[in-house]
């Protein structure tokens, strides 16, 4: 079975969505940079094992990385997924995990990646905003896309307001992708595109705002 480790950074509620979804997988571990993650708590009580590695206790990133990866590597993952986790990785740690790392982004890269993508998609006016699944490679959300999820943005919308809209997106399309991976339907190609094996086709276009005849 796919030996998974999910990191998370607060609440934990895509990591939620993965635990909850039936995944033909083995949750080795959850592990957090922030003591106070919410989420950690939730993966105890169902029984996964639960790890803190505090990036305040660590003079830089390269050492934090190093503290992180020896935790992680105590179990042994096939797949590292990156779960609202914020801190940005150091290249040595991206290559170690090279092809078995992934994140979810609340946004429709190349569109506003970084952080603040509410707020940020929101003030440049766009119509249809979204959340993306992708590999993780050195430069920070760029990564090849694996699967992506629009939703209309509304006239009265606020960050929350899309926030929570784009986060129900995030709760499907992550547990789909660790599907594909864990049944050997997806990967990552030496030349840096993405195999996909016999995934669907994608449904009708969203329009937004809707227009009229
Ligand atoms: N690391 C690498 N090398 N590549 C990626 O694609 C990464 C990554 C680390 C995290 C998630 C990403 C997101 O989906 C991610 C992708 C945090 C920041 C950030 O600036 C940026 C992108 C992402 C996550 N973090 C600040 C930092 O100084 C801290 C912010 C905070 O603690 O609130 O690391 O958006
Ligand atoms: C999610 O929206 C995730 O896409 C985003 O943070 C939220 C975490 O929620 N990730 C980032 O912004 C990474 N920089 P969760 O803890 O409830 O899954």
Known sequence: MTRVVVLIS??????QALLGAGLPVEFA???SNNPDAAGLAFARQRGVATAVVNHRDYPDRTAFDAALAEEIDRHRPDLVILAGFMRVLTDAFVERY????INIHPALLPAFPGLHTHERALEEGVKVHGCTVHFVT???DVGPIIIQAAVPVLADDTSDSLAARVLKQEHRIFPQAVRWFA???L??????TVELDGAGPPQPPLISPTPEQ
């Open 10 to 15: 607060g609440r934990g509620s895509n990591m």
């Open 138 to 140: 050195p430069e920070v």
């Open 187 to 192: 990967k990552l190609r030496g030349d840096g």
């Open 29 to 31: 571990a959850v592990i």
């Open 183 to 185: 049944e050997g339907r």
């Open 98 to 101: 090279r092809a078995r790392m």
